[in-house]
């Protein structure tokens, strides 16, 4: 039997931004009164900007994973993102997130990730990048009809700037009471 990890390449978010989010989630979660099971609200703590979703990846290949980060975070220097806006993916609204803003650096950064991992041999997802934080994923069309119109307001609410100082490879366990992410190696961009 073949051991295999759920992986994610992800730059981790200050905690001062994470504080600010997590202000607006709450505020959301009391203001729309949603019946019971139909958001699953993300954990403050693993609230992360995802960059590449490798998926199920074998123990034989994660030291390779771990590599190609390395080598790829040495060629790149640290940068701010700003966390600005509020919006929603999927009509209806299947998700609500925090926007990262036009930031070359992290542009530059994924995209070599995604290159070094497909010309590695590894599946990632085709399409294209969109930095942003996820707040929530909804289960029930009427609560993302809910929150659509609850976060017009904040589609341009400011978080605050998030220094990436580093790049994380993540193992996402999955487990009845929702995801816990473990930091299988964090690379310093230089």
Same mark, same amino acid.
């Given at each position: 039997?073949?051991?295999?990890?759920?992986?994610?390449?992800? @730059?981790?978010?200050?905690?001062? @931004?994470?504080?600010?989010?997590?202000?607006?989630?709450?505020?959301?979660?009391?203001?729309?009164?949603?019946?019971?099971?139909?958001?699953?609200?993300?954990?403050?703590?693993?609230?992360?900007?995802?960059?590449?979703?490798?998926?199920?990846?074998?123990?034989?290949?994660?030291?390779?994973?771990?590599?190609?980060?390395?080598?790829?975070?040495?060629?790149?220097?640290?940068?701010?993102?700003?966390?600005?806006?509020?919006?929603?993916?999927?009509?209806?609204?299947?998700?609500?997130?925090?926007?990262?803003?036009?930031?070359?650096?992290?542009?530059?950064?994924?995209?070599?990730?995604?290159?070094?991992?497909?010309?590695?041999?590894?599946?990632?997802?085709?399409?294209?990048?969109?930095?942003?934080?996820?707040?929530?994923?909804?289960?029930?069309?009427?609560?993302?009809?809910?929150?659509?119109?609850?976060?017009?307001?904040?589609?341009?609410?400011?978080?605050? @700037?998030?220094?990436?100082?580093?790049?994380?490879?993540?193992?996402?366990?999955?487990?009845?009471?929702?995801?816990?992410?473990?930091? @299988?190696?964090?690379?310093?961009?230089?």
């Amino acid at each position: 039997m073949v051991n295999a990890m759920r992986l994610f390449i992800a @730059v981790e978010i200050d905690a001062a @931004v994470r504080e600010q989010i997590e202000r607006i989630r709450q505020r959301l979660r009391k203001e729309s009164s949603l019946p019971k099971g139909a958001v699953k609200w993300v954990e403050p703590e693993n609230t992360h900007l995802t960059l590449i979703f490798l998926g199920e990846t074998t123990d034989d290949h994660v030291m390779e994973v771990c590599r190609i980060v390395e080598d790829t975070a040495a060629a790149h220097s640290a940068f701010d993102m700003e966390v600005k806006g509020l919006g929603t993916f999927g009509n209806p609204a299947r998700v609500v997130w925090a926007g990262i803003t036009g930031n070359p650096a992290l542009k530059v950064l994924q995209t070599n990730l995604r290159r070094t991992f497909e010309e590695a041999g590894f599946p990632v997802e085709n399409r294209e990048f969109s930095g942003h934080l996820t707040l929530c994923r909804i289960k029930a069309p009427s609560a993302g009809d809910v929150l659509k119109r609850k976060i017009e307001p904040l589609r341009d609410e400011l978080f605050g @700037v998030s220094f990436a100082d580093s790049v994380c490879v993540f193992e996402s366990q999955l487990s009845g009471g929702g995801p816990k992410y473990a930091v @299988v190696r964090r690379v310093k961009l230089k």
